[in-house]
Nanobody
Framework: QVQLVESGGGLVQAGDSLRLSCAAS????????MGWFRQAPGKDREFVAA????????KYADSVKGRFTISRDNAKNTVYLQLNSLKPEDTAVYYC?????????????????WGQGTQVTVSS
């Protein structure tokens, strides 16, 4: 059974930082590209960042470029999202997702497995 479990969310002030983690089990983690998405109340799920199997290629949404960093540790079956310079508009539930083919994708439909999400709330 594949499981993706996010952690690290919380309530912070604008300008603060957070580090989200997503621990994977039940799959060969190094065989999957990984992505982070987020969903704010009343809005569609949107792409945040993605990383290839080896970590050699990454992609970011324009809204987070230069502030967020995606990384992975295949030995720990974990993908991370470092969130810096947080803004109130970053408030959302953040989800990690896994996709089998080794390219970065912005489309939620390309991802096979999803975590349950972790809430990030940024106050002004």
């Amino acid at each position: 059974q594949v499981q993706l479990v996010e952690s690290g969310g919380g309530l912070v002030q604008a300008g603060d930082s957070l580090r989200l983690s997503c621990a994977a089990s039940g799959l060969l983690f190094s065989g999957y590209a990984m992505g982070w998405f987020r969903q704010a109340p009343g809005k569609d799920r949107e792409f945040v960042a993605a990383i290839t199997r080896s970590g050699g290629s990454t992609k970011y949404a324009d809204s987070v470029k230069g502030r967020f960093t995606i990384s992975r540790d295949n030995a720990k079956n974990t993908v991370y999202l470092q969130l810096n310079s947080l803004k109130p508009e970053d408030t959302a539930v953040y989800y990690c997702a896994a996709k089998l083919f080794d390219y970065v994708s912005l489309r939620p439909s390309d991802y096979s497995y999803w975590g349950q999400g972790t809430q990030v709330t940024v106050s002004s």
